[in-house]
């Protein structure tokens, strides 16, 4: 079951809101189970005990916007797909901020929704997907969204995870590119030089030789490598903002 909020302060707006999300789960054959407010600070009052995966917020909102909203929800859930609905551009930027996956402008177009939904149900799906690395204490489980980079270094696999964890494998017997076939294979990854693989989710600069991750870490990009991580960083960013 995936878990929706929708919050507007215009109970009309709410409902055809509802409406256009059970059309959808209806059609793509998905278990959504919808939770409306009308009060931004009744669904804050809900983001720490009773989590959403997918968040549509209303932009202005009384007492509270839709900015500040996802601050909060960021703050709970790295995750969470948060797709943004307002009248006007002008927070745009600021959407950028918390990371809002979609920014749809009102009145609503049906299609606009569900291509939005489409890009968080397979966010969602990505969730699950995992790396088993074979470490010295036996075969350990990384989920692909916990893992910010990886680094090949004295022959073994060192990857760092988004909550600062450095997990290292066993010696590899195969190429540092076969062994991160699979990982390369989802597109949210990038071997930026032969020796560094990055979660795109977490670059927070990118520049010429260079990019930083939101740790802080500092991953160095081949020259060879420049115009295919550029072009990726650049569709990863053009596909999710």
């Known amino acids: ?12 707006t709410l409902q055809c809101l509802k409406e256009a999300v059970a059309r ?15 009060s931004a600070r009744d669904l804050e009052a809900q983001i720490e005990t009773r989590p959403f995966q997918i968040y549509i917020l209303d932009m202005l909102m009384p007492q509270m916007n839709g900015i500040e ?11 969470a797909v948060i797709i943004y609905l307002t009248s006007t551009m002008d927070f745009a930027y600021q959407a950028f901020g918390v990371f809002a996956q979609r920014y749809l402008l009102k009145p609503l177009k049906e299609p606009e929704l569900y291509e939005a939904m489409d890009f968080a149900a397979a966010n969602i799906h990505k969730l699950h997907m995992a790396l088993n690395v074979n470490t010295s204490d036996g075969i350990q489980r990384v989920f692909y969204h916990e893992i910010e980079y990886v680094e090949n270094a004295a022959r073994a696999l060192h990857i760092f995870a988004t909550d600062g964890k450095e997990i290292v494998s066993r010696l590899l017997r195969r190429s540092f590119e076969n062994d991160m076939e699979c990982l390369l294979q989802s597109r949210e990854f990038i071997q930026t030089h032969k020796s560094f693989i990055v979660n795109l989710n977490y670059v927070k600069l990118y520049s010429q030789g260079q990019i930083t991750m939101r740790s802080g870490a500092q991953i160095p990009v081949s020259k060879s490598r420049q115009s295919e991580t550029k072009r990726a960083y650049l569709q990863y960013i053009s596909e999710h903002y």
Do not use: T, W
Not at 69 to 79: E, I, T, W, Y
């Open 1 to 12: 079951m995936i878990r929706v909020a929708i919050c507007d302060d215009e109970p009309k």
């Open 69 to 79: 909203l996802g601050q909060s929800v960021r703050k709970a859930d790295a995750q």
């Open 24 to 38: 959808y789960g209806k059609r793509k054959n998905l278990d959504l189970a919808v939770e409306l407010f009308a």
